[in-house]
């Protein structure tokens, strides 16, 4: 779960970074919300490494809807409705109806819409040419969360690099590759593949 949890607030980070155009953090947050509440599809690859080792996987979302694949270890759909979550070392899936909290696990742009109240958005003191980074520090005591910062290409204004602090001063690095906004996607995109997974059981 704790994986999952720094998962999410990095895909939080990366839509804050593909909302960067404005030059201010009160209009970065702005376009944060509008980017959480609209229907652009957006996806890409990551590789997380923290103190667990490596991770890598792809994502797709598009507005409530999202898909997130680690092929290592799990898959997650969510079609705006029901929650499929695989398993892919017991072979077991699960299905549920998601509350809110389950919600901001299969798309991080359900977080979002409450972003804004929950960290201050400031640019670091750290400069590095050619980039853009931003901090971002709870306003209020997190359980796992003392900041996060995002390098951002100053001409792409895409992220490259986010960076977790925890509150014990451990550090997960992303990086992000292949990112597309716009993007198109099909209903069935985020919908279990069910004949795909025929070894699996359901529960």
Not at 141 to 157: F, R, Y
Not at 159 to 173: A, H, M, N
Request: proline content about 4%; some cysteine.
């Amino acid at each position: 779960m704790k994986f999952l949890n720094r998962l999410i607030l990095l895909f939080a980070t990366l839509t804050t970074a593909l909302a960067l155009s404005a030059q201010t953090p009160t209009e970065i947050m702005r376009k944060v919300s509008s980017i959480a509440d609209g229907t652009s599809g957006v996806s890409g690859n990551f590789s997380l490494r923290g103190p667990g080792g490596v991770v890598k996987g792809s994502f797709k979302f598009d507005g409530t809807r999202s898909v997130i694949d680690v092929p290592s270890a799990a898959t997650s759909w969510f079609d705006g409705k029901n929650l499929w979550s695989l398993n892919k070392n017991t072979k077991e899936i699960t299905v549920t109806l998601p509350d809110q909290s389950e919600l901001a696990e299969a798309n991080p742009l359900m977080f979002l819409r409450n972003f804004s109240s929950n960290f201050n958005v400031s640019f670091s003191k750290r400069k590095v040419a050619g980039k853009h980074i931003i901090m971002l520090r709870p306003k209020r005591a997190m359980q796992d969360v003392k900041w996060v910062e995002a390098v951002i290409g100053s001409s792409s204004c895409l992220p490259e690099y986010i960076t977790v602090c925890d509150t014990r001063g451990q550090r997960s690095l992303m990086s992000l590759s292949h990112i597309k906004t716009n993007c198109k996607f099909k209903a069935a995109d985020f919908s279990l593949p069910q004949n795909r997974y025929k070894g699996y059981e359901i529960i």
